[in-house]
């Protein structure tokens, strides 16, 4: 063997596995609200398979589909009963392979979502552990006995609201669940369920997947002992999901240090594909983020901070450079403003025009750092959260504007017209939630000022400039409210305030959110939310 034979030399010459996510534009499905293509009112693998040709012309190539698992469906598919087959209400084995088959045709990857905190407690797995104390597979899931008082063992609350764990009379002791009752926390403590798990992944990479989005990355391993939390502010169960758990330091239940173990497991397996994983990585501090994402590890996490974040331009940035500063590898962030769990962005920047307005400026900024952006379906279309009437809600996490989910999941506009081309049914899962003929994709296609046009520009603008994609990012210090950043020869500007301040800096417009072309002259007036990106001069 030569010297220069060496594994890191070969290496060097080798692209490395699941590279080619830096430079992709993810995009996320919600299967139910997609497309249906059976007259049932609910989204399903056709229906994504008959839009592919859509997704193409938007220009993304990695597509993000939402659970399609066997599901009771209590959680709406993050329940999987089977994580190895299809819920019928979605098609089956041979739809998925055909839509596989499709994306991969138009040069798409997909990655599927995997759950792994928790499975169904119709899973069979689930089931045969709650059979008995001593069933073989008991400690497939968290058992403890009630505590001294014949309560839940811990302090530890639901996601969701309410104690973390449902008593099971059967057998009298307690069972965790991290989310509904009917999800119950996998153990993650016992190696069946690693190996179990890594079966699951091996099932769906020979189908020809291009990775995972973990769902829950942050929460799989458990404090051995399970020990109560520390209680720092009265925990009220009547108050909402998000103050109960805010009433407690996470230490013991989320963040523990060995999960990241197993996704370097997983990692070392997908890479055998040239796959990636993703991580649903719920935390709001860069270095719980870091935590997570480590080289050997996810390839990928998800930063949320965009998406609890106020309007303010202080607060945009701050959320912006988290990641970059906090992580060993800047490329490793999936950028989200919108997903199936949030209000849309228009509608928690201010609603209308102006939140449309400012979901752009934020996009241009996302599509401008290095990492992977992603768009949650509709987004592309400025869609604002559907108005769902109390009677209509299907979330099972409660009611009320801020607390359902229902507003961002509410079904996909494609056409005008009866079942605005969703659906041939005359009732949907949810309701539309007033769309407009405007709001549908059919006619924004056909309108070369539609958001849609914007957002594929912004698309096509992020894939023919490496720069854009690249390390290295300067934040150059403005004295207003316009955050600008420095790539290489381009910078972005955007005007996160609401005056009206001059760009201060020249060049040539190589993307706008207000349709500009040609020079930006740095006396020109930024408009609110305006964002535009130029090769500068100086
Ligand atoms: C995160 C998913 O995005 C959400 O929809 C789900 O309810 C929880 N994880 C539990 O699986």
Request: net charge negative.
């Amino acid at each position: 063997m030569s010297i220069d034979a060496s594994p890191a030399a070969l290496l060097a010459d080798q692209p490395q596995a699941g590279a080619w996510l830096v430079d992709a534009v993810g995009y996320e499905i919600y299967i139910r609200s997609f497309r249906d293509s059976t007259g049932n009112g609910v989204g399903d693998l056709d229906g994504i398979t008959s839009q592919i040709d859509y997704l193409e012309t938007l220009g993304v190539d990695l597509l993000w589909i939402t659970p399609f698992y066997t599901s009771p469906m209590a959680d709406f598919g993050y329940d999987v009963a089977d994580y190895c087959a299809i819920e019928p209400i979605f098609g089956n084995l041979d739809d998925f392979d055909r839509l596989l088959d499709a994306a991969h045709a138009a040069n798409m990857r997909v990655i599927v979502d995997i759950v792994p905190n928790h499975s169904s407690t119709e899973h069979i797995w689930f089931r045969e552990s709650a059979s008995s104390r001593h069933a073989v597979r008991r400690d497939f899931y968290h058992w403890r006995d009630p505590g001294p008082d014949g309560g839940p063992p811990n302090n530890w609350v639901s996601y969701f609201g309410g104690p973390a764990w449902t008593l099971h009379p059967e057998t009298g002791q307690y069972y965790l669940h991290l989310f509904l009752p009917e999800q119950a926390d996998l153990n993650w403590g016992n190696p069946a369920v690693i190996e179990a798990f890594d079966e699951v992944l091996r099932f769906w990479l020979d189908r020809g997947i291009d990775g995972f989005r973990i769902d829950v990355a942050q929460a799989l391993v458990k404090d051995q002992a399970l020990r109560s939390n520390p209680q720092i502010a009265p925990w009220d169960p009547t108050g909402s999901r998000w103050e109960q758990w805010d009433a407690f330091d996470h230490q013991f239940d989320i963040l523990q240090p060995s999960s990241v173990d197993i996704f370097a497991r997983w990692r070392r397996i997908v890479d055998e594909y040239d796959a990636v994983l993703v991580g649903e990585t719920y935390v709001l501090e860069p270095q719980q983020l870091a935590h997570l994402v480590r080289t050997d590890g996810l390839n990928a996490g998800f930063w949320f901070a965009p998406m609890h974040m106020e309007w303010d331009p202080q607060a945009i940035k701050t959320a912006l450079q988290g990641p970059s500063q906090a992580l060993a590898k800047q490329t490793q962030v999936g950028w989200v403003a919108a997903s199936h769990d949030e209000q849309r962005p228009p509608t928690r920047f201010g609603g209308g025009d102006l939140g449309r307005r400012r979901s752009l400026m934020l996009a241009t900024l996302l599509m401008s750092l290095p990492g992977t952006p992603f768009l949650y379906q509709g987004e592309e279309l400025g869609l604002e959260d559907g108005v769902v009437p109390p009677d209509a809600q299907a979330d099972p996490v409660g009611s009320g504007a801020s607390l359902s989910r229902d507003g961002c999941r509410t079904p996909m506009p494609w056409q005008p017209g009866p079942g605005l081309g969703f659906t041939t049914s005359p009732t949907t899962w949810l309701p539309f939630g007033g769309r407009s003929d405007q709001d549908t994709a059919a006619v924004q296609v056909n309108d070369e000022d539609s958001w849609f046009h914007r957002y594929r520009t912004l698309i096509k603008v992020r894939r023919m400039h490496p720069e854009l994609r690249g390390l290295g990012v300067e934040w150059p210090e403005r004295a207003d409210d316009v955050l600008a950043i420095r790539r290489d020869t381009l910078l972005v500007l955007a005007n996160a305030g609401d005056g009206a301040p001059t760009a201060e800096v020249g060049g040539e417009i190589v993307f706008s959110t207000h349709g500009r072309t040609g020079v930006l002259q740095a006396t020109d007036v930024l408009a609110p939310a305006e964002a535009v990106i130029i090769r500068s001069t100086d």
